[in-house]
């Protein structure tokens, strides 16, 4: 059963905590990239990989880290730095290079207490 | 900046009518826009794209129309059923590779 898999699907931190978020695909895609979601906002871009050991910040990066050591997976630390973590955060993945159609896991929601 | 806008923040039909989302464009060397369905609490899923080259693209109950005169793109949903009830939103790439998301409208099927 192909697809794209985050967990875990809720999160509850303490502030000053840093939490990473899983992603998994096992589409065979090179690229993966990783989306914020708030109430009322489009999917703003924190981080994209097009190839293993490599990726690029984007537009909301700050507070966040990631790693690219296999082709199947993308996780995503949210550090103590990011002022306002909770949200919603989707991971996607896509073939790569010239093909732009981008495929989302089922979401986690982070919470901060 | 680059932005991906919405006409109308919701949109409630009756089921069997056709349903007509409207999305605008800022950025003329856009080539590649998509229509994305979520469900509440889930991922977005994808609906249906389509490259600047094109002017219409369907699939099965979806349309898809590109104005690129006017940077507009629409996307029609014919005999409206309330398993169509969800946010959708377009995206579009334009210069770079990555997608620029647009807000959402909610779309509410009403028996």
């Known amino acids: 059963d192909g697809g794209i898999t985050q967990s875990p699907k809720y999160l509850f931190r303490k502030e000053g905590q840093n939490v990473t978020l899983s992603c998994e695909q096992n589409?065979?895609?090179?690229?993966m990239y990783w989306y914020r979601q708030d109430p009322g906002q489009g999917l703003r871009l924190i981080y994209y990989?097009?190839?293993?050991?490599?990726?690029q910040k984007g537009d909301i990066a700050e507070g966040y880290s990631v790693s690219r050591e296999k082709k199947e997976s993308f996780p995503l630390t949210v550090t103590s730095a990011q002022k306002n973590p909770t949200a919603f955060y989707l991971c996607?993945?896509?073939?790569?290079?010239?093909?732009?159609?981008?495929?989302f896991g089922p979401g986690t929601r982070l919470t901060v207490l | 900046g680059e932005s991906v806008g919405l006409h109308l923040p919701t949109l409630s039909v009756q089921e069997g009518d056709n349903s007509i989302i409207n999305c605008a464009y800022s950025n003329s060397a856009s080539d590649y826009f998509i229509w994305y369905k979520q469900e509440s609490g889930k991922g977005p899923q994808f609906i249906i794209d389509?490259?600047?080259?094109?002017d219409k693209r369907q699939g099965q109950r979806v349309t898809v129309l590109l104005n690129k005169t006017v940077k507009h793109l629409s996307l029609q949903i014919a005999a409206t059923q309330p398993g169509d009830s969800a946010v959708y939103f377009c995206a579009s790439r334009g210069g770079s590779e990555k997608l620029v998301f647009g807000k959402g409208t909610k779309l509410t099927v009403n028996p």
């Open positions: 589409l065979n895609h090179d690229a």
């Open positions: 996607a993945s896509s073939m790569g290079r010239g093909t732009d159609t981008q495929y």
């Open positions: 389509i490259r600047s080259n094109m």
């Open positions: 990989s097009q190839i293993v050991n490599d990726f």
